[in-house]
């Protein structure tokens, strides 16, 4: 059973820092690209940050250039997104997604991700 966690959300004030961790169990993790996005209730998912299976791969978010970093770890089964600076609209609920690495390099199409993890919720005081 594939599972994806993540952890590491909270309150900060504005000008703060966070880092949020994604736990993969139950698939190979190494060949799988790994997206954050982030939803509002009542809004569109919107996409955060991508990596793809080796790292070597990023994309941002042109509100999370300069920001945020993406990393992972194939032999801890992690991602890490890095969030500096944050400011009041970088509130939302984060989750985590995987896709397989076969199916190409698209990361900003939330559509084509197969496992998705509960989320954790981050909200940035003004």
């Known amino acids: 059973q594939v599972q994806l966690v993540e952890s590491g959300g909270g309150l900060v004030q504005a000008g703060g820092s966070l880092r949020l961790s994604c736990a993969a169990s139950?698939?190979?993790?190494?060949?799988?690209?790994v997206n954050w996005f982030r939803q509002v209730a009542g809004k569109e998912r919107e996409f955060v940050a991508a990596?793809?299976?080796?790292?070597?791969?990023?994309d941002y978010a042109n509100s999370a250039k300069g920001r945020f970093t993406i990393s992972r770890d194939n032999t801890k089964n992690t991602v890490t997104l890095q969030m500096n600076s944050l400011k009041p609209e970088d509130t939302a609920v984060y989750h985590c997604?995987?896709?397989?690495?076969?199916?190409?390099?698209?990361?900003?199409?939330?559509?084509?991700?197969?496992?998705w993890g509960q989320g954790t919720q981050v909200t940035v005081s003004s």
């Open positions: 139950g698939l190979t993790f190494s060949t799988y690209a």
């Open positions: 990596i793809n299976w080796s790292g070597g791969s990023t």
């Open positions: 997604a995987a896709v397989p690495s076969y199916r190409g390099w698209s990361p900003r199409d939330s559509r084509r991700y197969d496992y």
